[in-house]
C-alpha cells in the first residue's frame, strides 16, 4: 500500500532525474519500470500504481530532466480514505521532519505557510 513505500520514495535522491535514478528508485521497492511513448510506467505488482512523465519538447529550458515527475496513487474505498491519507503523512513526516512552519490557528487562515500573507512569510514578530 502507498503508506508503506512513501516514506522511502521520499528519502530518495532522484538525481538529474534521468531514466536510471527512477529505474533505481522503482528497483528500491520492488517495482520494474516499462517504456511508453510519453511516460515510464512503473509495474508495482500491487494496487499502488506508478508513472514517471518523460521531458517534452522545450521542457529542458526549465531545468528537467529525462523525467519529470514521479506520480505515484492508489485507489482505496472511501471509508479507508482519512487512515491511508494519515498512515502515507506519518511516512512521509517519519523521514522529512516536522514541517518547519506553525499551523497555529492565531496566525490566520494560512495556518503560517509561506508567501501566504501570515507572519511567518514576513519573519519571526519583533
Known amino acids: 500500500m502507498i503508506q508503506d513505500i512513501a516514506g ?3 528519502g530518495q535522491d532522484f538525481g538529474a532525474w534521468s531514466r536510471a535514478d527512477i529505474e533505481r528508485i ?16 512503473i509495474e508495482t ?8 512523465t518523460k521531458i517534452g ?8 530532466g529525462e523525467q519529470v515527475d514521479l506520480q505515484v496513487t ?5 471509508g479507508d ?3 491511508v491519507h494519515a498512515a502515507t503523512l506519518t511516512a512521509v513526516v517519519s523521514v522529512l ?5 506553525s ?4 496566525r490566520g487562515r494560512s495556518g503560517g505557510f509561506r508567501g501566504s500573507g501570515s507572519s511567518a512569510a514576513r519573519g519571526p514578530p519583533r
Open 8 to 10: 522511502m520514495l521520499v
Open 26 to 41: 522503482a528497483g528500491a521497492v520492488g517495482w520494474s519500470v516499462q517504456d511508453d511513448e510519453y511516460n515510464l510506467v
Open 45 to 52: 505488482g500491487g494496487p499502488v500504481r506508478a508513472r514517471s
Open 57 to 64: 519538447y522545450g521542457q529542458d529550458d526549465f531545468g528537467f
Open 74 to 78: 492508489e485507489t482505496c474505498a472511501a
Open 81 to 83: 480514505l482519512a487512515a
Open 97 to 101: 521532519g516536522p514541517r518547519p512552519w
Open 103 to 106: 499551523a497555529d490557528p492565531t
